[in-house]
């Protein structure tokens, strides 16, 4: 079993890249949940520090704790229909930049791998042909010496997609504490997975915009 240690990072507190009257941007950093779990230990997350500043703020969609970058947030209830519609309908645009072990042979394609639950470790995930179905993008932006940086592209959402995907191919993200193998983890002090942009149409004036943070690796 999985041992959660939940130690949220105090630099960047809150790390705000856009706001308007109805959405605001954060960069996520690495090891801060999203929202908060069961545990009274995991009060501390993104969308409780943003609520101190602005209560009206409403979650819209995770990242995993490990996994840093962008994330919007609606502060508006019309706000927030119209992007979690978007995220529904998979017209919101994600782009990963991750660092994988070892060094890969195909410089681009896509994983369509179904998930499911592994039911013996939760909340790991697992390849299973009658789970849901999952589809990622990938090329490779980078070789070095002994990794691969690479661009992932999700078409679904699906829980620890981008983790289990990369380990199906043989490539496990650096960091991985949850996938990856003693070597892997030891690899990076962190998970190397960050959400580097997020595309969606604005829910007031329906225009395009892109949000982005340079991925630190």
């Given at each position: 079993m999985h041992i959660f240690t939940y130690q949220p990072p105090s630099i960047p507190w809150l790390d705000i890249r856009y706001k308007d009257r109805d959405i605001i941007v954060i960069n996520k950093p690495s090891?801060?949940?999203?929202?908060?779990g069961r545990s009274p230990?995991?009060?501390d997350t993104a969308?409780?520090?943003?609520?101190?500043?602005?209560?009206?703020?409403?979650?819209?969609?995770?990242?995993?704790?490990?996994?840093?970058?962008?994330?919007?947030f609606a502060r508006t209830k019309k706000a927030e229909s119209h992007l979690k519609t978007q995220f529904q309908n998979r017209q919101a645009k994600k782009v990963y930049i991750a660092e994988v072990q070892g060094h890969m042979q195909t410089l681009a394609g896509k994983v369509n791998f179904a998930l499911g639950p592994n039911p013996d470790t939760p909340p790991f995930q697992m390849l299973s042909e009658t789970g849901k179905a999952a589809l990622t993008y990938y090329k490779v932006l980078e070789q070095r010496p002994q990794t691969t940086l690479m661009e992932l592209k999700?078409?679904?959402g699906r829980t620890h997609q981008l983790r289990v995907h990369m380990l199906a191919l043989g490539h496990p993200i650096l960091g991985d504490e949850f996938?990856?193998?003693?070597?892997?983890?030891?690899?990076?002090?962190?998970?190397?997975?960050?959400?580097?942009?997020?595309?969606i149409s604005h829910p007031y004036t329906?225009?395009?915009?892109?949000?982005?943070s340079q991925h630190p690796f």
């Open positions: 090891g801060l949940l999203s929202n908060p230990d995991t009060h969308i409780t520090r943003l609520q101190q500043r602005y209560p009206e703020a409403i979650l819209i969609h995770r990242l995993d704790c490990d996994t840093s970058g962008i994330m919007i999700p078409h679904t996938y990856g193998d003693t070597e892997t983890i030891q690899a990076s002090h962190r998970l190397n997975l960050h959400a580097q942009s997020l595309t329906q225009v395009e915009m892109t949000f982005f």
